[in-house]
């Protein structure tokens, strides 16, 4: 079988096309949908049915929960031997707007981490963004062996749930972005030249790729991949930071972007419909300082 050859052009490492999964696996490659959502948050999926698709469609999957863990948690509990690989991550949310996709090298630092620095922190519903600021987070983590991806980095249509929509609206200076690790890349809820945005800026800050679905919806697992040519959670990890990895994948469609949107408004209004009415700004009063972790 011939050496696996990295693109040599960044632009060429962000690829928009349906992922070929037979095409990776002859070559030896690793991959896994980095971004997906289970009824641990704002979705009505289950872990079950989310590792059961992966393993049919043989992608790895991280569950990257609002602020929660219990998603991540089960499907290492309930996983097969010879299931999907899984990487243990988290997505955290700063009062300012921007979401922070944390990729841990093993369970136990992502459990540690939680307890120490998201549980505290967390709003009356643990889905919406912590009490806590983007400079926080970012300093909590460098306390951990982890990859740090900023999640849509160009944010959902009017709201700032991006970092470089923070920067572009002058929220944050560019060198908040030298502190990632990587930029989501392709994030199949955004639109093609949000995405575009997003892999230009990485390239701009020197930052490394991650793709994945945000999936709400259990037929979303795998359909944005990021793609390694690793043998462990290890080296798969690592591949990001060093710049050798690929991401492909294609955004949704709008009527499923929709549904996805309306799927999540359903779950979260339904579960917790007091904090539906906490906006951004009412949660800046339960804002705590910038200062280092820990405080």
Same mark, same amino acid.
């Given at each position: 079988m011939p050496e696996f050859q990295l693109p040599q052009d960044l632009v060429d490492r962000v690829q928009f096309h349906k992922p070929d999964v037979d095409a990776i696996l002859e070559e030896g490659l690793m991959c896994a949908d980095m971004h997906f959502h289970t009824n641990y948050s704002d979705s009505f999926t289950k872990v +079950?049915? #989310?590792?059961?698709? #992966? +393993?049919?469609? /043989?992608?790895?999957?991280?569950?990257?929960?609002? @602020?929660?863990i219990g998603g991540i948690t089960k499907a290492f509990e309930?996983?097969?031997?010879?299931?999907?690989?899984?990487?243990? %991550?988290?997505?955290?949310?700063?009062? +300012?707007?921007?979401h922070i996709l944390a990729y841990f090298y093993s369970l136990n630092d992502l459990k540690d981490y939680w307890e120490h620095y998201t549980r505290p922190h967390l709003a009356h519903c643990p889905w919406l963004n912590m009490n806590k600021g983007v400079e926080w987070i970012l300093d909590s983590l460098e306390g951990y062996s982890c990859v740090v991806s900023a999640a849509h980095p160009l944010g959902y249509l009017w709201s700032t749930k991006g970092i470089q929509k923070a920067i572009n609206k002058n929220w944050f200076d560019e060198d908040i972005a030298k502190r990632f690790d990587a930029y989501e890349a392709i994030c199949s809820g955004m639109f093609r030249n949000e995405n575009i945005a997003s892999r230009d800026a990485a390239i701009k800050y020197g930052l490394g790729f991650t793709g994945g679905s945000d999936g709400h919806l259990l037929s979303e697992v795998g359909k944005v991949l990021t793609v390694s040519d690793a043998t462990d959670l290890d080296s798969f990890l690592d591949n990001i930071v060093k710049h050798k990895n690929i991401v492909v994948g294609k955004e949704k469609m709008i009527p499923k972007?929709?549904?996805? %949107?309306?799927?999540?408004?359903? /779950?979260?209004?339904?579960?917790?419909?007091?904090?539906?009415?906490?906006? /951004?700004? +009412?949660?800046? /009063?339960? @804002? %705590?300082?910038?200062d280092k972790p820990g405080s």
């Open positions: +079950e049915w #989310a590792l059961s698709l #992966a +393993e049919k469609r /043989r992608v790895g999957l991280t569950i990257s929960d609002h @602020n929660l309930i996983n097969k031997p010879d299931g999907p690989f899984l990487v243990p %991550g988290i997505e955290l949310g700063s009062w +300012e707007g921007p972007k929709f549904v996805m %949107g309306t799927t999540s408004l359903i /779950r979260f209004v339904t579960r917790h419909p007091i904090s539906s009415f906490h906006t /951004r700004f +009412e949660l800046i /009063r339960y @804002n %705590g300082t910038h």
